[in-house]
């Protein structure tokens, strides 16, 4: 059975501060998808990016960028120089098919508050 | 070029009440997942299904709770008889055929309360 797990509940910084979220999962597939969805306080969940299995290659999207470690079973977030408006929970997920059609697990969310 | 809809996004029932939450998946997408979000906890998955098909369930509790996603129209997920506990907000997701990218865009959720 597939499982996520994000250690951090809580998280509170201070703008301009780097951030790091972890996420850690369990799967027995050689074929998965890892994402990450942020919450802001309104609600909605924004896709943030989809990572599959085959491509450990880090990525950056200004100030994200993320960090795909197969090795420790590890898909992290990083925050460059936080601001305000990435307090939010932002969610892992994981999901075992190449095409539509499999539920996304999620890890129970790390509250991340950045402070002005 | 609409993203998911839902709606209501606020429904307040009565224990006993039916709550028929209604999500619109996007544009080109024919695949509809249903998640729930206790307070305080993660999105648990409910149910996904395809036009007219129900593909896997395995997530809806065995009683009282029913979705469907008709030829036409609307994904509907019904909860008859609802109790406090089903309190939560209810999010839908889609994504495109099979084939293509499986990243589910989500809509912004009904929050059910039940008094």
């Known amino acids: 059975a597939q499982k996520v797990t994000q250690a951090q509940t809580e998280i509170s910084v201070v703008e301009k501060e780097d951030v790091t979220l972890d996420c850690v999962y369990e799967?027995?597939?050689?074929?998965?998808?890892l994402f990450w969805y942020k919450q802001p306080p309104s609600g909605e969940l924004v896709f943030l990016i989809r990572?599959?299995?085959?491509?450990?290659q880090n990525e950056i999207s200004g100030r994200y960028s993320w960090n795909f470690q197969k090795s420790t079973s590890s898909f992290n977030f990083t925050i460059t120089a936080s601001q305000v408006v990435d307090s939010a929970v932002y969610f892992c997920a994981l999901s075992e098919e190449e095409t539509s059609g499999s539920r996304l697990t999620f890890g129970e969310g790390t509250q991340l508050t950045v402070n002005p | 070029n609409a993203g998911v809809m839902q709606n209501p996004r606020h429904l307040v029932r009565r224990r006993g009440q039916e709550a028929r939450l209604r999500c619109s998946p996007m544009?080109?997408?024919?695949?509809v997942y249903w998640y729930r979000q206790l307070p305080e906890e993660g999105l648990k998955f409910m149910v996904y299904?395809?036009?007219?098909?129900?593909?896997?369930e395995s997530g809806m509790p065995k009683e009282r709770f029913s979705a469907e996603f008709p030829k036409e129209g609307p994904s509907i997920l019904r909860i008859q008889q609802v109790v406090r506990g089903d309190s939560a907000a209810y999010f839908c997701a889609s994504s495109p055929l099979r084939g293509q990218s499986n990243t589910q865009y989500f809509g912004p959720g009904t929050r059910l309360t039940v008094l």
């Open positions: 299904l395809q036009k007219e098909n129900i593909i896997d």
């Open positions: 544009k080109g997408h024919s695949h």
């Open positions: 990572r599959n299995s085959f491509d450990e």
């Open positions: 799967t027995r597939d050689t074929t998965y998808y």
